[in-house]
């Protein structure tokens, strides 16, 4: 993180909203955020909501970081995508789901930022990155926007080329669906 705090000093839409939650600095933005309850917002294409729904996921969580970031010329934070594999030890809310099924983990998609070259974990209160670090496949750089379409289809073909890959004995259809319950266990 920084040591010092970055006041939020931009009048875009964003940056009024957080202020609107008498959030100004950029260390008291991240630990909001990171005390959000996970959960699904409305629409993944308007990062307001994080805030306005007080919930938010990886994706949109980091992503509304970023841009506030961004919108107040903080430097170096990058937003992540990360290819992960999620299993019932470094993912434990995701129940059982994986094991009944005798998978040994399904590639997931988790978004972070890099903050000064740290690997930074906002999604929910308990999250550590240094449960996953050992588990990353796969790291791209994207931008905010890029939280929506494209990380749901990268992350679905990731998922297809691995199939094919390991000789899963699985569909994508039948794995995207036992992902689908991982996550709302994750919800829950």
Request: charged content about 25%; some cysteine.
């Amino acid at each position: 993180m920084f040591k010092e705090n970055v006041v939020l000093s931009s009048n875009d839409k964003l940056t009024k909203l957080a202020k609107s939650y008498n959030i100004s600095q950029w260390n008291e933005l991240t630990s909001f955020v990171k005390n959000l309850p996970y959960g699904r917002n409305k629409t993944r294409n308007d990062l307001s909501l994080v805030l306005q729904q007080q919930k938010g996921t990886c994706s949109s969580k980091h992503a509304l970081l970023k841009a506030i970031a961004d919108l107040n010329t903080i430097p170096d934070v990058k937003l992540i995508l990360g290819m992960y594999k999620m299993n019932h030890i470094n993912t434990p809310k995701i129940g059982n789901v994986l094991i009944k099924n005798n998978i040994e983990f399904i590639p997931e998609a988790h978004c972070y930022l890099l903050i000064n070259n740290e690997r930074l974990d906002f999604t929910t209160s308990s999250s550590d990155f240094g449960r996953l670090k050992d588990a990353i496949l796969f790291e791209k750089e994207i931008q905010p926007h890029q939280v929506a379409e494209f990380k749901v289809n990268f992350h679905k073909n990731y998922m297809k080329r691995w199939i094919i890959d390991n000789n899963i004995h699985f569909t994508f259809n039948e794995l995207w669906l036992l992902r689908e319950q991982c996550i709302e266990n994750l919800s829950a």
